[in-house]
């Protein structure tokens, strides 16, 4: 099988995969609220954390067009306004990802430091890419829209951790299920944030370049 064929393949197999995290990370929001929440503290802050949900559930739904070709080159337009819709919502997401993650952890200190680390890296990202295509530099923001969205989809991915890992379990103490949350959230970001670099520097040789580059397309 030729390079390119493997090429293709793999990027099928990416889009196929994030399809189902997006869907599965849409049906998590919904289901939300359709349960009592297990952390007392998103009752409390409920406006937050509806906020959360809700605008994480219209990123998952969002992000995946501005990744495919043929609607950025056919609708340009559509992906400018898009991209803009989506720093914005990204945006309200990290500061709220931040603030249930200081403020009502549901599993204490050491999960408010990993999710604030990646809150804070989500939300990097987002500015970094803004940032870039207001300079024109198409490559260094397309890598750094790439790594927003991989930690974007990151709890799509935790409860597809999470939740496998409790029925194992059986009937888990309430710090095996805090621990549980803990190695779910760091495993999955940390996968996702490892495979966009691998993606980026690795498979799809995407160039660094410092220079400004012709815009094509782009989120602003």
């Not at 197999?13 to 849409?26: A, E, K, Q, Y």
């Not at 300079?135 to 969205?149: E, P, S, T, V, Y």
């Not at 691998?198 to 995407?206: E, H, P, S």
Request: glycine fraction near 8%.
């Amino acid at each position: 099988m030729s390079n390119s064929m493997i090429k293709t393949s793999m990027r099928w197999l990416l889009m196929v995969l994030i399809g189902f995290l997006c869907i599965s990370g849409i049906g998590a929001a919904v289901f939300y609220f359709f349960r009592t929440p297990n952390n007392p503290g998103f009752i409390e802050f409920s406006l937050t954390t509806q906020s959360h949900v809700i605008l994480g559930g219209l990123f998952m739904a969002l992000a995946p067009f501005q990744l495919i070709k043929r609607v950025r080159t056919r609708w340009p337009l559509f992906h400018r306004w898009s991209g803009r819709l989506l720093v914005f919502i990204g945006g309200i997401i990290a500061l709220t990802a931040l603030f249930m993650a200081v403020v009502i952890p549901f599993s204490g200190w050491l999960e408010s430091v990993i999710n604030s680390f990646f809150a804070l890296f989500f939300l990097l990202s987002l500015v970094k890419g803004l940032y870039y295509i207001r300079r024109k530099q198409i490559d260094l923001h397309r890598q750094w829209m790439i790594r927003a969205f991989a930690v974007g989809l990151g709890p799509a991915t935790m409860r597809l951790i999470f939740v496998p890992a409790l029925i194992i379990a059986g009937q888990p103490t309430h710090e095996q299920i805090m621990m549980l949350s803990i190695v779910s959230f760091t495993v999955a970001f940390s996968v996702h944030i490892a495979f966009a670099e691998w993606w980026i520097r690795g498979f799809n040789k995407t160039k660094r370049s410092e220079q400004p580059a012709v815009v094509e397309l782009g989120v602003m």
